[in-house]
Antibody, heavy 118, light 107 residues
């Protein structure tokens, strides 16, 4: 059974960079796509983007200028960086494994709350 | 972006009830529709992809149908572990977008 676990700071200052890591257990990074999704408190879910095990990426147009995803196959981890954050980036951030047949999710992490505040 | 609208936003039901949740897309999405379940403090659980295909390990009491713009998720006999919030998600057009959720509560 594949399990994903997000880790990273729960508090980030405005204008700084949010950094999160997702550790994958019970399965390999290869040959899958790995996604990040977020949900601001009391609001809807937003797709951030995905990274393929080869390193290729696809980001949401609304966040593309601020998002960088990477992965470390030796550690079975992938990461998200979101730059120049504001309070609007406060959200629960989920890591997920993209399904085999499209941009849906087959496995989700539990999610981690990141608050942007000074 | 494709807008996904779920109805109802919440419902109350009893154990053993048959429950149906509807999801409507603002434009045709063929059958590129997924459903997942979310419980507080837990990882969401994926249920269905391609409108009707069950994810591995998901019991057949869950079923999905629809194509184009209108889709449904049905729980045939509601059990205590099924009380949760359910979301639909389209993945026909990038970026993928989600419905606002339907909370299923105990009557």
């Amino acid at each position: 059974q594949v399990q994903l676990q997000e880790s990273g700071p729960g508090l980030v200052k405005p204008s700084e960079t949010l950094s999160l890591t997702c550790s994958v257990y019970g399965g390999s990074i290869s040959p899958y796509y790995w996604s990040w999704i977020r949900q601001p408190p009391g609001k809807g879910l937003e797709w951030i983007g995905y990274i393929y095990y080869s390193g290729s990426t696809n980001y949401s147009p609304s966040l593309k200028s601020r998002v960088t995803m990477s992965l470390d196959t030796s550690k079975n981890q992938f990461s998200l960086k979101l730059s120049s954050v504001t309070a609007a980036d406060t959200a629960i951030y989920y890591c997920a494994r993209r399904g085999a047949y499209g941009d849906y999710v087959d496995y989700w992490g539990q999610g981690t709350l990141v608050t942007v505040s000074s | 972006d494709v807008q996904m609208t779920q109805s109802p936003s919440s419902l109350s039901a009893s154990v053993g009830d048959r429950v149906t949740i509807t999801c409507r897309a603002s434009q045709g999405i063929r059958n590129y529709l997924a459903w997942f379940q979310q419980k507080p403090g837990k990882a969401p659980k994926s249920l269905i992809y391609a409108a009707y295909r069950l994810q591995s390990g998901v019991p057949p009491k869950f079923s999905g149908s629809g194509s184009g713009t209108d889709f449904t998720l049905t729980i045939s006999s509601l059990q205590p572990e099924d009380f949760a919030t359910y979301y639909c998600q389209q993945y026909d057009t990038y970026p993928p977008t989600f419905g606002q959720g339907t909370k299923v509560e105990i009557k």
